[in-house]
């Protein structure tokens, strides 16, 4: 390969092999997705769709290796800055591209942003308007026209014209996930725990936001700054399913466990916590199943007499009919104060569970209210920003 392309992945040769054998537009469509994955506009490669297409294509070829063949071509001119027509250069020096799937290549990469730069400026005044006096934004973009070529673009805009410019969500994603950003991943999570809240609740959204903002505020490696929980809650299922698959695979072939890297090590680690949370949330459900059961039991003998009570558990415990048997005056006395002593319990613990649901109540209304508080307050304090930002440069 050339010396863009250097230490190619074990296989890459003949995944290039089975690239000129495609169709064209199953190429084209593969690379438009490769293309959208690494702008973070897709979270995973359709790789069963596309694995139909190829088995009707009567091609026997894993079309995850394919995905990640071409991967590996966008993210080494990606790094490189490369336009169209070298990178084009560079894959036909290895003489094993086809030319009409260069062509399809060389048609996706084609339009793509390569830089954005910008500034903050006020204007003074106009033809129209003397005392201007409002804040602007000058742009300045460089991207890449149909034939390959770099043009630079310069154009002006409100401020609210450039919160709404889409194109800023490319620029927030230039991130590339490596070894290195899932190892800071991992640690971070086994110090938040997000296993610990249960699954699809707001206590563990909250926990994997922490996590994205921990991981925004590291130097090395580089996370970028509109990092969501979304995106890392994602990208950890799909690094777990990974080693999952991979262990299974080795230990399947080997008989014996393989070595072990630090990713793989953390991986581990936190499949096992997360699968231990959910076992104690498991059995945490069923205790309160008993805990439902034994308080209806309750329910039932307060309101039942103690005949009845007991008529209700041979029952349960027998399928013999009971016997019926005449009821004396001391019987009658210890009836009622059994019954009575029943009662008082009943109501002291349905008491206190009435006063512990109160008390939580309160402390999430608390919390509820604290957070809406600092929400204010931090709004509060943007918004005082902004307008002393306005304020001047509105003065000069």
Same mark, same amino acid.
């Not at 390969?1 to 074990?10: E, L």
């Not at 299922?237 to 399913?241: E, V, Y």
């Not at 009836?335 to 613990?349: A, H, I, T, V, W």
């Given at each position: 390969?050339?010396?863009?392309?250097?230490?190619?992945?074990?296989g890459?040769?003949?995944?290039?092999e089975?690239l000129?054998?495609?169709?064209?537009?199953?190429?084209?469509?593969m690379?438009q997705d490769?293309a959208?994955?690494?702008?973070?506009?897709?979270?995973?490669f359709?790789?069963?769709?596309?694995?139909?297409?190829?088995?009707?294509?009567?091609?026997?070829?894993?079309?995850?290796?394919?995905?990640?063949?071409?991967?590996?071509?966008?993210?080494?001119?990606?790094?490189?800055k490369?336009?169209?027509?070298?990178?084009?250069t560079?894959?036909?020096?290895?003489?094993?591209?086809?030319d009409?799937?260069?062509?399809?290549?060389?048609?996706?990469?084609?339009?793509?942003?390569?830089?954005?730069?910008w500034?903050?400026?006020?204007?003074?005044?106009?033809?129209?308007?003397?005392?201007l006096?409002?804040p602007?934004?000058?742009?300045?973009?460089?991207a890449?026209?149909?034939?390959?070529?770099?043009?630079?673009?310069?154009?002006?805009m409100t401020?609210?014209?450039?919160?709404?410019?889409?194109?800023?969500?490319?620029?927030?994603?230039s991130?590339?996930?490596?070894?290195?950003h899932?190892?800071?991943?991992?640690?971070?999570?086994?110090?938040?725990?997000?296993f610990?809240?249960?699954?699809?609740? +707001?206590?563990?959204?909250?926990?994997?936001e922490?996590i994205?903002?921990?991981?925004?505020?590291?130097?090395?490696?580089?996370?970028?700054?509109?990092?969501?929980?979304?995106?890392?809650?994602?990208r950890y $299922?799909?690094?777990?399913?990974r080693?999952?698959?991979?262990?299974?695979?080795?230990?399947?072939?080997?008989?014996?466990?393989?070595?072990?890297?630090?990713?793989?090590?953390?991986?581990?680690?936190?499949?096992?916590?997360?699968?231990?949370?959910?076992?104690?949330?498991?059995?945490?459900?069923?205790?309160?199943e008993?805990?439902?059961?034994k308080a209806?039991?309750?329910?039932?003998?307060?309101?039942e007499?103690?005949?009845?009570?007991?008529?209700?558990? +041979?029952?349960?415990? +027998?399928?013999?009919?009971?016997?019926?048997?005449?009821?004396?005056? +001391?019987?009658t006395?210890s009836?009622?104060?059994?019954?009575?002593?029943?009662?008082?319990?009943?109501?002291?613990?349905e008491?206190?569970?009435?006063s512990?649901?109160?008390?939580?109540?309160?402390?999430?209304r608390?919390?509820?209210?604290?957070r809406?508080?600092?929400? $204010?307050? $931090?709004?509060?304090?943007?918004?005082q920003?902004m307008?002393?930002?306005?304020?001047?440069?509105?003065?000069?």
């Open positions: 390969m050339s010396s863009i392309f250097t230490n190619v992945p074990q890459f040769n003949l995944a290039v089975v000129n054998s495609l169709p064209q537009d199953i190429l084209a469509e690379c490769v959208a994955f690494l702008q973070y506009k897709i979270a995973l359709p790789v069963e769709q596309y694995q139909k297409c190829l088995q009707n294509a009567e091609i026997s070829y894993d079309a995850k290796l394919i995905f990640n063949a071409i991967s590996y071509i966008f993210r080494c001119a990606a790094k490189a490369l336009p169209t027509d070298k990178l084009i560079e894959l036909k020096s290895s003489l094993c591209w086809k009409s799937t260069l062509a399809v290549i060389k048609h996706v990469w084609n339009d793509q942003l390569l830089d954005m730069k500034k903050l400026s006020v204007g003074v005044s106009s033809s129209i308007c003397p005392s006096n409002s602007y934004i000058t742009a300045l973009v460089s890449t026209d149909p034939s390959g070529a770099v043009l630079t673009k310069s154009f002006e401020i609210g014209e450039f919160r709404n410019v889409t194109i800023l969500t490319f620029l927030s994603s991130m590339e996930w490596s070894e290195a899932d190892i800071q991943l991992c640690r971070e999570i086994m110090v938040t725990n997000p610990s809240a249960k699954r699809k609740t +707001s206590d563990r959204k909250r926990l994997w922490t994205a903002r921990n991981l925004v505020k590291i130097n090395s490696p580089k996370f970028k700054t509109s990092l969501s929980e979304r995106a890392v809650r994602e $299922m799909r690094i777990a399913q080693f999952k698959a991979k262990m299974n695979e080795e230990i399947k072939a080997s008989g014996i466990s393989p070595e072990q890297s630090e990713l793989d090590v953390l991986l581990e680690e936190l499949t096992e916590r997360e699968e231990m949370a959910e076992e104690e949330r498991f059995q945490q459900g069923k205790k309160s008993k805990d439902q059961e209806k039991d309750i329910r039932l003998k307060a309101m007499k103690l005949s009845q009570t007991k008529k209700r558990k +041979s029952e349960e415990n +027998s399928d013999d009919p009971p016997k019926k048997s005449r009821r004396v005056g +001391s019987e006395l009836f009622l104060k059994e019954k009575n002593e029943r009662e008082m319990d009943f109501k002291q613990k008491l206190e569970l009435r512990k649901e109160y008390e939580e109540e309160r402390k999430r608390d919390e509820a209210e604290k809406q508080d600092s929400m $204010m307050q $931090m709004f509060v304090q943007q918004n920003l307008l002393s930002l306005i304020s001047k440069l509105t003065d000069k």
